[in-house]
């Protein structure tokens, strides 16, 4: 079970210090949900150091949650790789099994509500994935509590990677558009993806919470 509650806790990056840390893990949007239960917490961040020639495509989404009745925090990460050129994506949940997909294009809608169907199920194999390895059973009371067993927080990953992927995509285009002509370096590009990305957080924010609440659905 360490290996899903334990996530590397990176300390926030100025925007106007990124490029003098390429090696950092910059986050890009933080939003806290609470429910009767429980209390929810998304980040997303980007590895500068994993920038391609593509472009800024790797990013990592934590969901942290901490029931109300006790101090216990659990916290669960997708690492989520988008191509830009709109073709076959990856996410994989806790270190685990990459899983590919593709997604409809109104999916690259920030505003469309419905999280695309290709994303539910690599989410669902790669959470399914560990419940086989860590031997859990749903039906196991001990196991109830368990994060890969809350709903929500799994519905959270899936609207997280929605989102993201679409906003990533969306602000890159727009970057290499505002610039019109190549970028001189890769600090000057990233400089302006980070830019573009915090200048949408709230936005972002916005449509993961939305989403997530639109399309709560039983876990399997």
Not at 1 to 15: C, F, G, S
Not at 84 to 99: F, H, K
Not at 118 to 125: A, K, M, N, Q, R
Request: charge should be negative; proline fraction near 2%.
């Amino acid at each position: 079970m360490d290996a899903i509650r334990q996530v590397t806790e990176n300390k926030h990056v100025p925007l106007d210090s990124v490029v003098f840390d390429r090696n950092a893990w910059i986050e890009l949007c933080k939003i806290n949900h609470k429910t009767a239960e429980c209390h929810y917490t998304v980040r997303l961040e980007t590895d500068l150091s994993s920038v391609s020639l593509e472009g800024m495509n790797q990013f990592r989404i934590s969901v942290s949650s901490q029931h109300k009745s006790s101090d216990q925090t659990e916290t669960i990460w997708a690492a989520l790789e988008i191509n830009l050129r709109q073709e076959m994506n990856s996410v994989s949940i806790a270190d685990g099994t990459p899983y590919f997909f593709t997604i409809t294009g109104k999916s690259l809608d920030l505003d469309h509500m419905e999280v695309d169907s290709s994303i539910h199920e690599v989410v669902d194999l790669g959470l399914m994935d560990h419940k086989i390895l860590l031997g859990f059973k749903p039906s196991c009371e001990q196991h109830t509590a368990s994060i890969l067993f809350d709903s929500f927080s799994c519905m959270l990953i899936k609207a997280s990677v929605s989102a993201l992927l679409a906003q990533a995509t969306e602000s890159h285009k727009q970057v290499i558009n505002n610039a019109g002509r190549l970028f001189a370096s890769r600090q000057d590009y990233v400089r302006d993806m980070c830019n573009n990305l915090a200048g949408r957080a709230e936005a972002l924010s916005a449509s993961i919470t939305n989403k997530a609440l639109h399309n709560q659905q039983p876990l399997l």
